[in-house]
């Protein structure tokens, strides 16, 4: 005889299973879709989840699946180009229903920190605190960041943190090829607004999708960049560090990432030199 199971019981079951978060707010009756035709499996491969942070392969992917149609860009970069100001790209993002995370994630994730900051810090995508309060960084990694920053006597209200996508990807998976190139037009808008003398990026994905490099961080960090943006005639010095959700996993990593940010703190200053 089947014994029928309470909400709650339901509910402990899911969580003994491993589910920690609901990502749909109407329920799908699992049993309606047994008949529907199977999809097609290479379309309904799942994005694969690594360590946010983790180092690419040299000449790997960043980005899985195809990408997306050149119309949806460009409807995403006029609409990006029309933000006079941070502010104003804020609320074309919160408008914005072109990116499918939209969808199942609770919060916009935008920025962090100072509009005017001089040095600008970007990683992959919010994960689960930061898409609860919809700021980037405000997990275990965002602290260790915050420290990495104080480090060089940075407070972490004094540069701009932000993500290469503005929605968490369900599972924390890597974001795809689409999700990614729909969100870089507000990205590089960013960018351009912001106007840092440095733009640092955290990690592999966000490496490839701003500098369009594709080799392990390993090799990328401790190296100057030119980050061109469309508009303005000044390239932007760019740098890469380690992930810090990979430095939380890898503290080995630290002393590497201690001299890159000696590193940037001498350019920063450098800058501000120049700028007196
Ligand atoms: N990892 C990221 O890449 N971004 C965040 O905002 C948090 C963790």
């Known amino acids: 005889m089947m014994e029928t199971l309470s909400p709650l019981e339901i509910l402990r079951w899911h969580v003994d299973m491993g589910a920690d978060e609901t990502i749909g707010e109407q329920t799908v009756d699992r049993f309606a879709l047994i008949d529907s035709p199977a999809p097609d499996a290479a379309a309904a491969k799942p994005a694969p989840v690594s360590p946010r942070g983790a180092p690419a392969q040299a000449g790997a992917a960043v980005y899985p699946g195809p990408g997306p149609s050149e119309e949806m860009v460009k409807s995403a970069r006029e609409i990006a180009s029309q933000a006079s100001d941070v502010d104003?790209?804020?609320k074309a993002l919160l408008a914005f229903d072109g990116c499918g995370l939209k969808k199942t994630a609770t919060n916009l994730?935008?920025?962090?920190?100072?509009?005017?900051?001089?040095?600008?810090?970007?990683?992959?995508?919010?994960?689960?605190q930061?898409?609860?309060?919809?700021?980037?960084f405000v997990g275990p990694s965002g602290e260790l960041l915050?420290?990495?920053?104080?480090?060089?006597?940075?407070?972490?209200?004094?540069?701009?943190?932000?993500?290469?996508v503005f929605w968490r990807p369900p599972g924390n998976r890597t974001p795809t090829r689409q999700e990614s190139a729909i969100c870089l037009p507000f990205m590089e808008r960013l960018i351009e607004l912001v106007a840092p003398d440095i733009l640092v990026t955290l990690?592999?994905?966000?490496?490839?999708?701003?500098?369009?490099?594709?080799?392990?961080?390993?090799r990328?960090?401790?190296?100057?960049?030119?980050?061109?943006?469309?508009?303005?005639?000044?390239?932007?010095?760019?740098?890469?560090?380690?992930?810090?959700?990979?430095?939380?996993?890898?503290?080995?990593?630290?002393?590497?990432?201690?001299?890159?940010?000696?590193?940037?703190?001498?350019?920063?200053?450098?800058?501000?030199?120049?700028?007196?």
Not at 110 to 124: K, N, S, T
């Open 88 to 90: 104003a790209l804020h």
């Open 220 to 276: 990328l960090r401790g190296r100057w960049f030119a980050y061109q943006p469309h508009s303005a005639t000044n390239p932007i010095d760019a740098t890469v560090l380690i992930h810090p959700d990979y430095l939380l996993l890898t503290p080995t990593q630290k002393r590497a990432t201690w001299q890159d940010l000696l590193m940037i703190k001498e350019k920063l200053s450098l800058a501000a030199k120049a700028a007196d």
């Open 146 to 164: 915050n420290k990495m920053l104080a480090s060089i006597g940075l407070a972490r209200s004094a540069v701009l943190i932000s993500n290469t």
């Open 203 to 218: 990690g592999g994905p966000a490496t490839k999708a701003l500098l369009g490099q594709s080799q392990g961080v390993g």
């Open 130 to 136: 930061e898409d609860r309060q919809g700021l980037p």
């Open 109 to 128: 994730v935008f920025v962090d920190g100072d509009p005017a900051a001089r040095l600008m810090l970007v990683g992959e995508a919010p994960g689960a």
